[in-house]
């Protein structure tokens, strides 16, 4: 009878055992889950919205004086400058808590669109060299700069960061998919205000 309820014990014991290691096992999978859809989400980084096209026309002119000022050097050109500006979210500012036990990633923040990235293409016309003041490779490099800088300042005019808002939603979208490739579920409730027709990203 002893050595019987002495097995019943062991057995017992030994259930027990098993059962505390599989639920520590398990909640390390499940924290580790959450690492790592932290990670991959942040590893996006940078997801663009919205590309817009700009044609501008831009004008140069460096004035060099020399000799006490009595005597002046111009340089200009006359640039044409095509750019392709970027807009969209890095998603690299969002800020996420997890629910382990829920199996749910929380978004708590959501950054506003910027822009990501200007690509420009310069033509040069009736570019004219002064006596003393000549274009240099540094020139170029300069000019290069200025143009971005130039579209950078035309881009909040033309719309497109306000279009970027408006499709904050699909970024928030492409967020929830790579959260429920795991059996995830992405709460973004916080973000959403209005009815189900107006959504504001805040």
Known sequence: MEAFLGIIIGVLTTLGFVTYFKTLKKKSLVNAQSVL???KIKRVC???TVEGDFAEIYHYEDVKERFLKLISSKKKALIV?????HVGYDL????LRSEND???????HFPQPEVLSI?????YYDKKDGYFNKFEAAD???LNNEAKLHIKDKIPESGLIQVAQQEALETIHLIE??????????DYSALVIGNSETKKIQ
């Open 92 to 95: 690299s500012k969002i800020i």
């Open 81 to 85: 400058i095509n750019a392709k500006a």
């Open 46 to 48: 940078k997801f663009i």
């Open 177 to 186: 998919t790579i959260v429920e490739t795991i059996g995830w579920k992405l």
């Open 140 to 142: 170029l490099t300069d």
């Open 37 to 39: 859809l932290l990670d």
């Open 119 to 123: 690509e420009t293409n310069l033509n």
């Open 102 to 108: 829920n199996k749910k990633i929380i978004l708590e």
